[in-house]
């Protein structure tokens, strides 16, 4: 401190008339500078409708996010009395022309391979798998519903997908065998997501086609849809059309409308 | 006759300033997520008293559609937030501020008698200490809200990652609307805080900027 505590009287008026004058001039440069600050973050350059800045501290975020992810870390499971009924409809982009489902198929694109094509048969012979869980949306609210499917992750090793080797993924013993990213879209490519891929090869990603026990009607995404309790609602994409793998960072529906690509929970 | 005391050491000041415009941007960023979806409300016996917010009032503070740019805020600014917070708790620890603030076994009898003063019921001035009771209990009261509102946060940020802590605040939607309660309880704070720095006239508010005050002293001892 630069002043001495022990004066009195006008020595002491004075002393404090100038740190005073000090304190609010200083105080008043800092308060224009981050107004200044705040105008400047708001107004420049942007990527993906968001400030720069903005973008980057997400992605910084996400960095820190992917280096201590843990694949055993589970989103919570709830008993059947939690279900909520009934299972809440939102959005329908992607989804606008109707299907028709006995010419649906999916089809599996990886680089420098021939593309695959697979009806809902190519879950024949996995694992069945029934999960009760949390589904976040974005916009804040929850719901727990009961999803039925099989795991994306056997689906993969079933078929020897994913990998830049026509192996099955091993995340654990061969990380770098796979591709980078998964990118997967609708049917008419109205809605399309982007996944890192060991949130893509979560115990808890599945390829799903029943809700709450039922068959899942059109509006929660038939004939097949992604579940991924890890992330928010928008990268649980309805009615997959398409399921690419590369190393570049896909695009997002989302992530180009001002949102964070990972949305990793 | 005045004398120069010192009272609030320059890295309290700075931290305490700095925090006002980064909650502000956290109480404004989290304003538009919350927009998003709003079920809060205070009811008795199912009669809505109040909702938070009436639709004027996002409208008013141009707080609607804005949840992606709210959350983009909000996850930069909640780093200052967290690390200021972070850098008081360890400077007053270290510095021996600490002794001012935290409350003792003296202090809810002691914030009593401030209230029943500030409610002009006790016409005796206070005794004179840095900090009374009632700003002992209110300024650590703030600080563990400030650790409720990281870890809350840190709980719907990532329940999955961190399922431990979110299941410790009671799931989801409760470390949800404990987010949100702390949020109020800081606006509820503001509040008083506001209207007794006010009460407690320049001299207070200075010292805050300059770290001084001028205190009387009695003639006679420096005759």
Known sequence: MPEKPNLTGAEAERAMARMSRRGFVLGAVAALAGVGGMTWLRFTGQEGGLPWPLRRVLQFNESLAQATFSPERLSPTFPEDRIAVPPRINGGIGMVAKLDPAAWTLRVEQPDKPAREFTLDGLNGLARVDMVSEFKCIEGWSQIVQWGGVRLLDFLVQHKLGTRDGQAPDLKHAPNNLYKYVYMQTPDAGYYVGLDMPSALHSQTLLCDTINGQPLPSDHGAPLRLVIPIKYGIKNIKRIGLIRFQDERPADYWAERRYDWYAGL | ?223
Request: glycine share 8%.
């Open chain 2, 1 to 223: 006759m005045v004398r120069l005391q010192a009272k609030h050491p320059r890295a309290i000041r700075w931290m305490h300033w700095i925090n006002f415009p980064v909650l502000s941007i956290m109480l404004w960023s989290g304003l538009l997520i919350y927009w998003a979806n709003d079920p809060y409300a205070i009811r008795m016996g199912g009669v809505e008293l109040f909702k938070f917010f009436p639709t004027g009032f996002y409208s008013f503070f141009n707080l609607e559609h804005g949840l992606a740019t709210g959350m983009a805020y909000h996850f930069l600014f909640m780093w200052f937030f967290a690390i200021n917070g972070l850098l008081y708790v360890l400077y007053t620890a270290i510095s021996g501020e600490w002794r001012h603030l935290l409350p003792h076994w003296r202090t809810p009898a002691d914030a009593f008698q401030v209230v029943l003063h500030d409610l002009y019921i006790r016409k005796e001035p206070l005794p004179a200490a840095k900090f009374n009771g009632a700003q002992r209990l209110a300024y650590t009261g703030v600080i563990l809200m400030g650790a409720g509102s990281v870890l809350t946060g840190l709980a719907i940020y990532k329940p999955a990652q961190l399922w431990w802590l979110t299941a410790g605040f009671g799931g989801y939607e409760w470390a949800r609307l404990w987010h949100f309660a702390l949020t109020i309880g800081y606006v509820l704070f503001f509040i008083v805080h506001i209207a007794q720095v006010a009460k407690a006239g320049w001299n207070n508010f200075r010292a805050m900027v300059t770290g001084y005050e001028l205190t009387p002293v009695e003639e006679s001892i420096h005759a």
